[in-house]
Every structure is written in C-alpha cells, then in structure tokens.
C-alpha cells in the first residue's frame, strides 16, 4: 500500500478534500517479486474515478489508442473502486528531464505528442457517449469561467481585460479531446514508446493546444529547477519563453510546429495557449488544490498578460515571430 | 456511530501531518470479516472518523488508563486500533496490553498496533531518547508477546514514513521495498541511497517502524 493519503471510503469531511489527496494505491508483486500490477483504489462514490477508469478501459480497445496507455480495468464493491493496470517497468519522464540534453528533450516532447495525438484521434469513436463532441469549440465562451475564477482570486482589471482580447480574438477552434493533465509525471518511456497516465481529466477540456502547452511548460521548468531543489515551486515559464536559450527555443518550436500542425494561425495559437494558462490556473483554484500548487499558476497568467500588454502581441513566444 | 469514553478533544487541534487522513486505510490489509465494533486508543478525530466509515461503531479511548484494563467488555469488539506505539515510554507493560486487547476481541477480530524499527537509519540516539524505551521491541519479541497473548497470527508491515500517519505500508521484504523505493520521486542527498539499499537486502534500516496486524 502506498501514496495513502486519503481516507477510504471517504468520510463527510474529506469529500470536499484536493482530489490529490484522496484513497491509496496498491503494488502487487508476483512470487519472483516484481511488480506486476498497480492498482489505484478510491472510494466507490468518486465519480470522476469511475469516469476515468470507463475511459481507461474503452481507449484500450481502440486500436488507435491502446499502444499509448497501460492496460487497465475496473471493479467497484459499492465502498470501495479499484482500477487495476499491468504494471509498466518504465521510466517517468520527469525523472528523465533533467539529465535530457536539448535535442534529446525536443524528441521526447515530439513524441509525447505524437502519442497524445494518437489518443485524441481515437477518442471520439470508443468513447461514443462519454465524450462531449462537437465540431468546434469557442475560446473566449469557454475561458469565461476560468477569467472569473481569477478576477475572484485577485488578477487585475487590466490583465483580464487583454487575456479576454486574446481570447475573443481566437474566435472557434476545431474541437479536439484533450488528455488535460499531460505533464512530466503523467508520462513513462517504456522500451521506446511513450505511455500516458492518469486520464480523470480525459476529454473535459476540447481546445487544442493544451495538452501541448501543458507538457512544454511543465517539461521546461523541471528543466529549470536546480536538482536539490526538486521540491521547491517551479520557476515561472513566461520568463523563460521569453529568454534566447536552447530550451527557450524549443518550447517556440514545438509550440509554433504543433500549432500549425492544427491548422492554427498565430491569433488562433495564441488564445489557445492563453486559455490553457488561464484554464490550468482557475481549475486548481476551483477545486480547492492547497496554495503551493494553485498560487505558481495564477502567476504564470499574470506574468504572460503582462507581456502581452508590453508586446501587444505574443507571437514571438509561440514560434510565429 | 461514536461513542467517548473520555473528555472531547478541544475542537481547536493541531495541523494534521500528511497521510494522517489515510490513517485508517490499514483496515482494507486486514482479514477480518466482520466490522461492527471498533476500538480507538490513543488517537485523534481524524483516526477515529476514518475508523467509523469501515464499522457501524467505534469506541473511542483517548488516553491509556494509568492501571487497570481497558474499559470495554470481553469479546465485544471486532477490532482494537492502539495508536499508541507499544514500546512507548507510557507501557510499562507490552505483554498485559496485549492480553488486554485480546480479552476485547472476538474470535476472529484483529489488534492494530506499531512499534518502532531498531535498525533504521536514523540520527544515532535520537530516536532513542524521545519517549521511547532504551531498548524497545525486536520484530521476534514483537511476535513472542502477540502469541503469548493469545493471538493466532501476525501481520508485520513497514510503516513509512512514520507509524502515526503511514503513507506507506509494505511487507518487510526485498521485493517490497525494492517495489516501494523504485516509485518514491526524486531525491536529494542521503534519500538517493535508498533504492540501493532496498535492492542490497538492507530494507530493515529504512524505515522507522513497524505496523502489526494480530488475529485474535
């Protein structure tokens, strides 16, 4: 049993609990003693759990999708789920990071997308009915809430005001499921292919670009933090985007490469990205995340509004300048 | 249902460590088969309310007695969870406490207890000096006094990283603590020997104690 850091079944008190913090996992180990299975265990009314386990299990029948997610399956006793997948010997990527050379980072971000990719090609047609598809999604309807969310949480008038700009003039993107939390942890490299993990935000967010956005940021700062300072909060990536370093200069191309890759011009790009940041941000402040992991978010917004009302333009930070 | 044997705790308590809500998650390692009636010993809100989501009742004892038996009846409880660790400086008497939680459970119940891990790696002396006994419990004397007791089996699982609020429970083996070491993330200074030492045979020395399920 480990990562028990929540109660199951669930008491009154700990429902409304950082769903970080909730149920336990389980390793089991065969009788030569390798790790065969590992098992996330929550209590049986987590819905979002249920879900993601749902989707677990039907992206890998898809033939599409199954190559880029461990094989998993799902039991429920009424007190208690278990969502069970063969155990994967690989490497987690942001354990590969820091000893990633540029070139080496820049393949394995291509990579990872290229798997993401491959899911969210998959997903509409073996997740017929769980899925919210539709053609084209709407940025600055859909980043309403997450603006609101921050102008609760302090972000000044004027910020808001240029973030919204961006979004309204993204106008409507092809629609396209998200995995929604593709960073470094949520990655293995397993005897050369990539597998993602951890899809209880599968599909929720359709814009494109953020699951990109999210693995490039995230990457770029475990790149940046010092090793003894593993646990310390994560530089701010606006900075860094902004600078002339190697890493700077792969998180434009990867950026600007994805982007076009979608048929999206720089306006397009742009408020996508902006609606990733202000999205990511307002999410882990909605859901009660304890302020070490919500407060670096919500600067990160107000670091990048003001580049924007500086520059008036970010294009020179996704690759199209 | 609760129920107190002593004063309330004050509602005003202190921070809980991290994996203190997951206190209770042991029940789910224990082979029982029946869950109407739990024991609390020593322990907080927090251990006791995660107790009362697995049995209809719980019965909560916030101190030891200084002398005498527990006050609860003979054979009425399916579970006994003693927070209190059994080779601290406050038992006097490892072997009676046992007895005792035994004369509580019904046949089949279990006895959740913790004691410390001579071997581990620690700050030489410290652990020592702050509240424990000098000389403490082996893993063999731990299992002399349960069967003396009158239990039938024992469950011995590392508890890690502290008995109090185990994040982590994993049977005192090689392959285990290899499994465990092998998914903890980064690490910096003496932390990054761990995994070696899981993998040389040395688990006994990295992790403080011991959690025991015994079964009456």
């Known amino acids: 049993m480990m990562n028990s850091v929540g109660p199951v079944p669930l008491s009154d008190d700990a429902r409304a609990a950082w769903h970080g913090d909730r149920g336990f996992n389980l390793l089991l180990v065969d009788a030569a003693g390798r790790t065969a299975f590992f098992c996330k265990c929550r209590d049986a009314s987590d819905a979002a759990f249920a879900r993601e386990t749902e989707v677990l299990e039907r992206l890998g029948e898809a033939e599409g999708a199954r190559a880029a997610l461990p094989a998993a399956c799902g039991i429920s006793d009424g007190r208690i789920r278990i969502q069970m997948s063969a155990y994967v010997r690989g490497q987690v990527l942001r354990h590969l990071i820091p000893r990633m050379g540029t070139a080496e980072w820049e393949a394995a971000l291509t990579g990872v997308i290229g798997a993401a990719d491959a899911v969210s090609e998959a997903a509409p047609a073996a997740l017929v009915g769980r899925l919210d598809v539709r053609a084209t999604v709407d940025v600055a309807d859909a980043g309403a809430t997450a603006l609101a969310t921050l102008a609760g949480a302090g972000l000044d008038a004027d910020a808001l005001a240029v973030l919204r700009g961006v979004l309204a003039a993204a106008g409507e993107l092809a629609w396209r499921p998200q995995h929604g939390d593709l960073w470094s942890s949520n990655v293995l490299r397993d005897d050369g292919r990539w597998l993602l993990l951890d899809f209880e935000q599968f599909g929720l967010v359709g814009t494109p670009l953020y699951d990109v956005a999210h693995l490039v940021r995230t990457t770029a700062q475990a790149r940046a933090t010092p090793s003894q300072a593993w646990d310390a909060p994560p530089p701010l990536w606006t900075p860094l985007l902004r600078g002339g370093s190697p890493d700077a200069a792969v998180c434009r191309r990867v950026l600007g490469t994805a982007a076009r890759h979608r048929g999206l011009g720089a306006a397009a790009a742009l408020g996508a990205v902006v609606y990733y940041l202000t999205d990511y941000a307002a999410r882990l402040l909605a859901n009660g995340a304890p302020p070490a992991l919500a407060a670096p978010p919500t600067r990160e917004v107000a670091a990048f509004a003001d580049v924007l009302r500086e520059r008036g333009t970010a294009d020179h930070l996704l690759g199209f300048a | ?216």
């Not at chain 2, 809500?21 to 082979?31: D, E, T």
């Not at chain 2, 029982?32 to 907080?44: M, N």
């Not at chain 2, 702050?130 to 731990?142: C, D």
Request: hydrophobic content about 45%; glycine content about 10%.
């Open chain 2, 1 to 216: 249902m609760l129920h107190r044997t002593e004063a309330p705790i004050p509602l005003s308590v202190p921070t809980l460590p991290f994996g203190a809500h997951g206190s209770s998650n042991w029940v789910w390692l224990a082979r029982i088969g029946r869950f109407e009636c739990a024991v609390e010993v020593g322990g907080t809100d927090a251990h006791a309310a995660g107790l009362g989501r697995h049995f209809e009742t719980v019965v909560r004892i916030a101190t030891l007695p200084a002398a005498g038996p527990l006050p609860v009846a003979d054979a009425s409880a399916d579970c006994v969870a003693m927070r209190v660790m059994l080779d601290a400086e406050s038992v006097t008497e490892p072997g009676l406490l046992l007895a005792d939680c035994r004369r509580v459970l019904r046949d089949g119940g279990c006895l959740s207890f913790g004691f410390r891990n001579g071997r581990w790696l620690s700050r030489a002396g410290a652990w020592r000096t702050r509240g424990h006994a000098a000389t403490g419990l082996t893993v063999s004397g731990a299992r002399t006094l349960v069967r003396r007791a009158g239990f039938s089996g024992l469950d011995l699982y590392y508890a890690d990283p502290a008995f109090a609020a185990p994040t982590a429970l994993i049977e005192p083996t090689s392959q285990a603590a290899r499994a465990l070491e092998g998914e903890k993330p980064m690490r910096s200074g003496l932390a990054l020997a761990r995994p070696f030492l899981a993998r040389a045979g040395l688990h006994a020395m990295l992790y403080p104690a011991y959690l025991g399920i015994a079964y009456a």
